[in-house]
Structures are given as structure tokens and as C-alpha cells.
């Protein structure tokens, strides 16, 4: 996303040429989201049936366990590596911050939703039903199932990273978010996350007392509640309306007291 | 702002720079509250009432025609209360139903036939759009979440199994199968087995004399339609809690290096998130 500009020698005429936002960025980390998703269901449907059926089976932990550890090893590195690169080139300056750069930095924080969005999707929508599905044809002998390595240990790390770095982005660059925690935002992001530790309870209940896959059991609704909180994207999306309101209103400003120095 | 000329832009003049920062924000929102919606609404349903609407031989008279109305009336309901009160969009029932939709289908179809080798036939997800339609009409009749619910949470309940008859009753026409009297769908479901899902843990409706009279669909979707009306109160409520912007103060302020002079004004952060309640900002309702 955006990085840190200085504005001091740019003038509003100039700034205006620029894009509303870091489109092109976007459009290349959504490709390569869809990329992934892409190729994790392709790696199911080659892999599920030859070499997912047994946990035991030598092949399993070739195939299987492999792309959990390369997952678990992956991910948690971009995590550090996006976030720590997020915290470091943080705007120190915010209270200098012009009003077109600030809006700028709006669109790219509503783009980083719209990833974050996209790869929720692909955990709670996809490859979660997807899940019910691989557990009504082979019964589960592990924790690690091929379903379960994709959706638990792949997608939802995934939208971590976004969730976390979009508010990340919000609160270092964005004057109202650096001064104002967005309880919204705080909850769009913190609700699904705590889906992953919601999983610790669900493995353990299927492991000692449920081997049956009823999806509706008890036993889920940990999942759907941590689900609901997705609703305050809402209130987010209402916040930054409001904010870009704001901010559009000064540029207005800007712009005539401009045009009024030029006569 | 300037922008050169004005275009107009719903029903308004705009100038062409507001215009196309409108446009362009307002089709990331779209495509934004699709996938969210879609994602959230199909992971709530999917592990509330799923079990009903995955298998053709679970979308019983009793407890399918009970539970999906009354787990597939909340996110319509939260969306309804911000999309009507915030946009006075008479949509948000059907976008919702849209969205869950898109997402089973996807699924139905990726998931359940290309990978487990289920037959369509055998997971088809109900039918909820028209009872979504018919809850969006009345709340933009009645302008009115009380009366929404009293009559568009009922007929959203009551609508549900007629809606979905018309593709499910082939299912329902018995067969003979090694001497015992099955519906359809029941065989189809014993012919593909699901290992995880013994036969008795299905849950559906149990033979006994009372459903000989055929009353169950009626009884149920009444129930349905009852218990309909305190979700949608309820879930109009959750939609309200969830689109307050609320804000708190940042504490971590003076670690990130930011100083006074970065924040906002007192007055204008009022002006833009409401009135301040100790050190916290709530919107105005």
C-alpha cells in the first residue's frame, strides 16, 4: 500500500492527476490471493484422494504435512514481515498531512479491506462448506485433514495478515484512526481471528467426544459467533465514509482558497 | 472541490472530481459488503441450519421448514436496519439472500459434486429469495421495523416451504427399494453414504400417526414464523450495534511517535463521530 510522501512540493494541481488510490497494487495482491486459492483447491482435488485418506499412510505426511509446514512457516513470515514494515514506515508527521494524500490514504485502506474481504470469503464461504463435504466421505483419523490444512492453517492466517495490516495501515497513517481506536474496526478484525483459537475447542471436542460431523452441533457456534463480527465492516465502512466526508469538505476548502490567492 | 465541469450523478449535480471519488467508493463498498456478507451469512447458516439444506433427504416436514427461516432471517434483518436507515435501500433482505446464495452454490458445486462426489441432486440448497423479496416490500410499505417483523418476518417464515415445493416434490415420491418403502431422496442419500453422518444421528421428522394428517410443513412453519419475529427484532438490533461507529481513545499515542498537534480537532472529531461520552465518540443514531 501507499508509503509515506511529502507533500510540501507538490501542488494541489499536480496532486490531482494522481490515482484516488493504490489500484495496481490491489489488483496484483488480489490476483495473487486468487492465485493461491486457486491452487490450494487444485492441490485438494489431486491430492485428497490419492494421498489424504490415511493419516498414517507414508504419502499423507509427504503431501499432506508438507504443505501444513510450509503454511505454518509461510505465513506467520508474512505476518512479521508486513506488519514490522507497516510499524517502521509509519507517517511520524501525521498533524502535516495534506488533505488529498489523506483521502489517498482512505481509498487504500477501503482497498486493503476489499482484500481482506476477499480472502475472508474464501475461509468462511469456500473451504468452509467445502469441509463439511471431505468429512462425510472420509472419516477423520486426525486433526490435520486435507480440508482442515487449507481452511484452518491456510486461509484464515491468510486474512490475519490482511485484517491486521489493514488496521495497521489505518492506525499509522490516517490521523483519526492514529488518535481514535475504531471499536468496528477492532471487531472486524479481532472476531475472525479468534476463530483460530475457536479451533483448539473444536478439535478438541471432536476428538474426545464427537466423531459424528452433524455441522449444526454445539460444538461450532464458536465459529458463528466469531462469523457475526464480519457485520462491523459495516460500521467501518460508515466511519470512513464519514471521515472521507470530512476530509473532502477541507479540500473543498483548500481548492477555493487557491483559486482565490491566484485572482 | 475543483473538478471542471458537473456531472450528474443520483439525481444530482456533482462536481466531476466528487463524482468520480463517489463512483469509485461506492463500487469498492459494493463489492466489499458482497463478500462479507456472502462469507459471514454462509459461515452463520452453514453451522446453524447447514446440515437441512446440504443433504435432500434432511429438508424435512418438521425441523428444516423450522430452523431455516428463523437462522436465515438474521443477517437480512441486521443489513435491513443499515441499508434502510443509513441509504433508505429497500434491498438489503435480497442482497443478503443473494449473497448466501452465491456462496452455497459455488460450494454445492466445487466442493460437494467436483471434490466429494456428491450428486447435485443430492445437495441443492433451499430456496429463500421470495420470502426475501416479500420482507423487503414490507419494509419499504411499512417504513417500520415493528411492522416488518410482524408482517414480513411471518410471510418470510410462512413462505419458505411453498417456495421450495415445486423443485422438492419429486423428491419426495416414494420408491420400493429391496422391499422397503423410500422417498427419492432418501435414496439417493443411502445410495452416496456419508461416513461422518450415521443414520441415527439425521435429524428430521419421525413417522408416528400425529404427521399422517400431513399438518407437520403447516405446524412448523407457523412455529417458524413465531419465533421469525423475535430474530428479526433481535438481529435489527445486532445490525444496529454493529454499524455504531464507536471510537476510543489511543492510548499507544505517544509510542507511535504522534504528538497533540496530530490530533484532530476536539470539535471536529465531534462533528464527524458524534457526541464524546468520557473520552469515548459514539455516533448519533
Known amino acids: 500500500m501507499s508509503i509515506t510522501m511529502t507533500h510540501n512540493a507538490k501542488s494541489a494541481a499536480e496532486d490531482r492527476t494522481q490515482p484516488l488510490g493504490n489500484f495496481k497494487l490491489a489488483a496484483g495482491v488480489t490476483l495473487a490471493v486468487l492465485a493461491l486459492m486457486v491452487f490450494w483447491r487444485i492441490f485438494q482435488q489431486v491430492y485428497a484422494w490419492s494421498a489424504g485418506l490415511d493419516s498414517t499412510e507414508p504419502a499423507f505426511d509427504a503431501a499432506w504435512m508438507t504443505l501444513l509446514k510450509v503454511e505454518l512457516s509461510v505465513i506467520p513470515l508474512l505476518w512479521v514481515v508486513t506488519w514490522a514494515y507497516l510499524w517502521f514506515t509509519r507517517d511520524r508527521n501525521l498533524g502535516a498531512l495534506k488533505p488529498r494524500e489523506e483521502l489517498r490514504r482512505y481509498f487504500n485502506l477501503v482497498l486493503f479491506n476489499f482484500v481482506y474481504a476477499f480472502c475472508v470469503w474464501f475461509a468462511t464461504s469456500f473451504f468452509a462448506e467445502q469441509d463439511a463435504s471431505w468429512h462425510q466421505v472420509v472419516v477423520r483419523d486426525t486433526s490435520f485433514t486435507p480440508s482442515h490444512i487449507v481452511l484452518f492453517y491456510g486461509t484464515m492466517p491468510l486474512y490475519v495478515l490482511f485484517g491486521v495490516g489493514s488496521f495497521l495501515y489505518a492506525m499509522t497513517r490516517l490521523p483519526k484512526f492514529a488518535t481514535q481506536i475504531s471499536i468496528p474496526f477492532v471487531l472486524a478484525v479481532v472476531g475472525p481471528f479468534l476463530i483460530l483459537p475457536n479451533l483448539g475447542y473444536n478439535e478438541w471436542g471432536h476428538a474426545f467426544f464427537l466423531m459424528e460431523e452433524v455441522f449444526s452441533y454445539p460444538l461450532h457456534w464458536g465459529f458463528v459467533v466469531m462469523g457475526w463480527s464480519v457485520l462491523a465492516l459495516g460500521g467501518l465502512l460508515i466511519q470512513i465514509a464519514m471521515h472521507m466526508l470530512e476530509v473532502i469538505g477541507r479540500l473543498s476548502q483548500e481548492d477555493q482558497a487557491s483559486v482565490a490567492t491566484q485572482r | ?285
Request: hydrophobic share 55%; with cysteine.
Open chain 2, 1 to 285: 472541490m475543483q473538478g471542471g465541469t458537473s456531472v450528474r450523478l443520483y439525481g444530482l449535480e456533482w462536481p466531476k472530481e466528487s463524482a468520480r471519488i463517489s463512483r469509485v467508493f461506492d463500487l469498492l463498498v459494493a463489492a466489499i459488503l458482497f463478500l462479507a456478507v456472502s462469507g459471514a451469512f454462509h459461515l452463520h447458516y452453514m453451522l446453524t441450519a447447514g446440515d437441512w439444506d446440504m443433504w435432500i433427504d434432511w429438508k424435512d416436514r418438521q425441523w428444516w421448514v423450522t430452523l431455516t427461516p428463523i437462522m436465515a432471517i438474521t443477517f437480512p434483518a441486521a443489513l435491513q436496519y443499515v441499508f434502510w436507515t443509513k441509504f433508505r435501500l429497500p434491498i438489503a433482505a435480497t442482497f443478503a439472500v443473494v449473497c448466501l446464495l452465491f456462496g452455497q452454490w459455488i460450494n454445492r458445486y466445487f466442493g460437494f459434486h467436483l471434490w466429494s462426489y456428491f450428486p447435485m441432486s443430492e445437495v441443492i440448497p433451499a430456496l429463500l429469495i421470495p420470502g426475501a423479496l416479500v420482507l423487503d416490500i414490507a419494509l419499504l410499505l411499512t417504513g417500520n421495523f415493528l411492522f416488518t417483523a410482524m408482517s414480513g418476518a411471518f410471510a418470510f417464515a410462512l413462505l419458505f416451504y411453498p417456495t421450495n415445493w415445486f423443485w422438492l416434490a419429486p423428491y419426495r415420491l416414494p420408491v420400493e427399494v429391496m422391499g422397503q418403502l423410500v422417498s427419492v431422496g432418501d435414496y439417493i442419500s443411502y445410495a452416496f453414504t456419508r461416513t461422518a453422518l450415521p443414520e441415527y444421528i439425521r435429524l428430521i421428522e419421525r413417522g408416528t400417526l400425529r404427521t399422517f394428517g400431513g399438518h407437520s410443513a403447516i405446524i412448523a412453519s407457523f412455529f417458524s414464523a413465531f419465533v421469525s419475529i423475535l430474530m428479526y427484532l433481535a438481529w435489527w438490533h445486532i445490525g444496529m450495534l454493529l454499524a455504531r461507529v464507536v471510537t476510543t481513545p489511543n492510548t499507544l499515542k505517544n509510542f507511535m511517535g504522534l504528538t497533540d498537534k496530530d490530533e484532530p480537532a476536539e470539535a471536529a472529531q465531534k462533528a464527524i463521530d458524534g457526541t464524546s461520552l468520557q473520552g469515548r465518540s459514539v455516533a448519533a443514531e
